[in-house]
């Protein structure tokens, strides 16, 4: 028997372009079971991350609320209890709310309205991966991203992250099956989230041979000399330390093999989660999305941390009743995806609406204008202050106290090589932009607010390292007193029990 309120399966990528999703996979990528997906779901063409980094953009997408309210600014920012979640939201009106896989939660609460989670996350939960805007220039060498993800692209069997993911999968697959044996009534939320294809860009052979002779080894566009960079793309740069490696066409070309590879593999996990699904007959609404995407090369940048469109661009896709199937182009956010569950759930945000920046998507696929622009934020490493950018019709503008304002017309110019900010011809944009910018954000004020959370942090991670050490890493609890057969069970119901379906 279906639920009233429906069943939500959200399936969550790491890293993942969304340039290379202009409605549904790119058809030349191998990836069948989200091309399916992409057949029955409503399409975001121009979604957005809140943020290009991953513990920000995630605790944004599952806030419905930018990095500056949430305070999670980066990788290592704690990610306060008292912030309502779509799990938060959708528990209380009911769900069952699991999580299979990463969500990057920072601070001693790891679970954020989930009541279950069924693996440990992939990344470190504590302080550790803090930036220091107090040091400009200065890397991190022992956690920041280098190029050596690109040097050392090709082949593998097993990594630390296939080990994880081949883990999410499986957990993932179980809890289907275990829902489908109907023990508890309620409606569930199961989110399965991925760390893929995210870098190292090493990939397994079965899919690494996919993409023999693939005509998209290259990336779009000549890569831009480093003296001809936006200030920040220098500090990118920078930071992953770029003098250190000669990265040749051969490496580019492995990298983003590897890469597509690992879509595939992500691909293939997918459908056997959306093929259990179907053989246990549960119907929900499916949600696919990425955290934030990757440059992949693309004018001599990789990995994330900006908001040209290879970085900040995300897949978005929605199967749901209520979401007509096809391809929507308005610019999006995934902290609109909360408003959206909610309302696609019958679930109220009254009391919490003044303080989210995400709007329903509901209205838009169905022909309703988004009522405000595209917001995003980003205040981690690579930057020295905080830039923040505005997503509007075709126009994209980023500023930053530090650096010269950036003006893009993204329909035009799609891999935005054309800054019009100081053009004369786009003066009223421009001063439309800024104008709407600054109404928003006190960038002096952010910066400070950035600045004392990260003067805060290392304080207390060098003081909790001194000493004896209590990890908050999430440890999944495995109940083997309660699994399979044990003797304060009946045997004859416990196998009716776990049996699906039971009559056939």
Known sequence: MTPARPNILIL????LNGTLFPDGPAGWLHAPNLARLAARSARFANAYTASPLCAPGRAS??????????????????????????????RRAGYATCLSGKMHFVGPDQMHGFEERLTTDIYPADFGWTPDYRKPGTRIDWWYHNLGSVTGAGVAEITNQLEYDDEVAHHAVQKLYDLSR?????????????????????????????YEGCDHLMPPGEPIP???????????????????????????????????ANISYVDGKIGEILAVLNATRQEALVVFLSDHGDMLGER???????????????PLMISARGLPAGRIDAPVSTIDVLPTLAELAGVSLDEVMPW??????????????????VAMEYAAEGSEAPLVCLRDGRWKHVRCALDPDLLYDVEADPLERTNLAADPAHAATLARFRAASEARWDLAAYDAEVRQSQARRWVVYEALRNGAYFPWDYQPLQKASERYMRNHMDLNVLEDAKRFPRGE
């Open 61 to 90: 997408f599952m806030s419905g609320q930018l990095p500056r309210r949430t305070r999670v600014y980066d990788n290592a920012a704690e990610f306060a209890s008292d912030i309502p979640t779509f799990a938060h939201h959708l």
């Open 356 to 373: 989210t920046d995400g709007e329903s998507l509901v209205p838009v696929a169905n022909g309703t204008p988004r009522l405000g622009p």
């Open 182 to 210: 109907g023990g508890d009534d309620r409606p569930w939320c199961l989110t399965v989230s991925f760390t893929h294809p995210h870098d190292p860009y090493v990939a397994r052979r079965r899919y690494w041979d996919l």
């Open 226 to 260: 480093y003296e001809a960079h936006d200030p920040h793309s220098r500090r990118l740069m920078d930071a992953c330390d770029w003098r250190a490696f000669d990265i040749t066409a051969d490496h580019v070309a492995r990298a983003r093999r590897g890469y597509f």
């Open 300 to 314: 001599g940048l990789w990995f994330k941390m900006t908001f040209f469109e290879g970085s900040a661009r995300v």
């Open 12 to 15: 969550m990528v790491d890293q």
